[in-house]
């Protein structure tokens, strides 16, 4: 099948898992993973109709937006502070915030674009070393703080579940990441609305639709495998 055949089976199974767990169908956004695809091939799935694009690294999202500037992009990949300022222009939502110093070089080149940036705090779920992300006290003491950031807002957390056939264990991830949410929305309020759980790939996503993923991150399973 082509891309515009894949995007169209990923959609409807998307929709099918927020049913099956009693949500509407939806309720759940796909970030289409584009990265190391080439423009064409993003081209074929904004065609089709996708306009959410995920992207891991900062020079890749660059020539990527110089070629297809009106879609929505997002940077899903760990993000260095001396990179923030080339994507501060465009970037619709970092996916990928893991530390407080992250967030004042966003919210400072946020400043310089008189913009808003909008971010999600990543969690690391999988308490895996190699994975980046806060653990929930960090998340909840950067909220705390909150206000000394004005030109970035809070939409949510996000998560990577252990690359594991454990399917059990994935599901308790993301319910974890979920909790986490719950309780840190004791500080929702002008720049933080908690709205959003990025958790779930092309392996995965079904089970973090049924924790209650808001937005899945899909690459291979649209554009085919590497």
Same mark, same amino acid.
């Given at each position: 099948m082509g891309i515009a055949e894949n995007l169209l089976a990923v959609k409807q199974k998307?929709?099918?898992a927020a049913v099956a767990a009693g949500r509407e169908s939806g309720a759940v956004k796909l970030i289409a993973v584009s990265k190391t695809y080439p423009v064409d091939a993003v081209q074929a799935a904004i065609a089709a109709g996708q306009v959410d $694009?995920?992207?891991n690294r900062v020079q890749e999202v660059v020539e990527k937006h110089a070629a297809l500037p009106n879609v929505n992009w +997002?940077?899903?990949?760990?993000?260095q &502070? *001396?990179?923030? &300022? %080339?994507i501060a222009a465009f970037v619709h939502l970092i996916h990928s915030v893991d530390s407080e110093k992250l967030l004042e070089e966003i919210n400072r080149q946020?400043?310089?674009h008189h913009r808003v940036i909008d971010c999600l705090l990543q969690i *690391?779920?999988? +308490?895996?070393? %190699?994975k980046s992300?806060?653990?929930?006290?960090?998340? *909840?003491?950067?909220?705390a703080r909150i206000s000394q $950031? &004005? +030109?970035v807002r809070i939409l949510g957390l996000m998560g990577m579940a252990a690359f594991t056939d454990n399917k059990p264990l994935i599901s308790s991830q993301f319910q974890s990441l979920a909790a986490t949410r719950a309780r840190l929305r004791i500080h929702e309020g002008p720049r933080v609305e908690l709205r959003e759980l990025s958790m779930g790939m092309s392996g995965d996503f079904e089970l973090a639709i049924a924790a209650g993923a808001t937005m899945v991150r899909i690459g291979s399973s649209i554009f085919g495998h590497r």
């Amino acid at each position: 099948m082509g891309i515009a055949e894949n995007l169209l089976a990923v959609k409807q199974k998307i929709s099918a898992a927020a049913v099956a767990a009693g949500r509407e169908s939806g309720a759940v956004k796909l970030i289409a993973v584009s990265k190391t695809y080439p423009v064409d091939a993003v081209q074929a799935a904004i065609a089709a109709g996708q306009v959410d $694009f995920g992207e891991n690294r900062v020079q890749e999202v660059v020539e990527k937006h110089a070629a297809l500037p009106n879609v929505n992009w +997002h940077l899903i990949g760990t993000l260095q &502070r *001396n990179k923030v &300022r %080339q994507i501060a222009a465009f970037v619709h939502l970092i996916h990928s915030v893991d530390s407080e110093k992250l967030l004042e070089e966003i919210n400072r080149q946020a400043e310089l674009h008189h913009r808003v940036i909008d971010c999600l705090l990543q969690i *690391n779920i999988s +308490h895996e070393e %190699q994975k980046s992300g806060m653990d929930e006290s960090e998340a *909840n003491e950067l909220l705390a703080r909150i206000s000394q $950031f &004005r +030109h970035v807002r809070i939409l949510g957390l996000m998560g990577m579940a252990a690359f594991t056939d454990n399917k059990p264990l994935i599901s308790s991830q993301f319910q974890s990441l979920a909790a986490t949410r719950a309780r840190l929305r004791i500080h929702e309020g002008p720049r933080v609305e908690l709205r959003e759980l990025s958790m779930g790939m092309s392996g995965d996503f079904e089970l973090a639709i049924a924790a209650g993923a808001t937005m899945v991150r899909i690459g291979s399973s649209i554009f085919g495998h590497r």
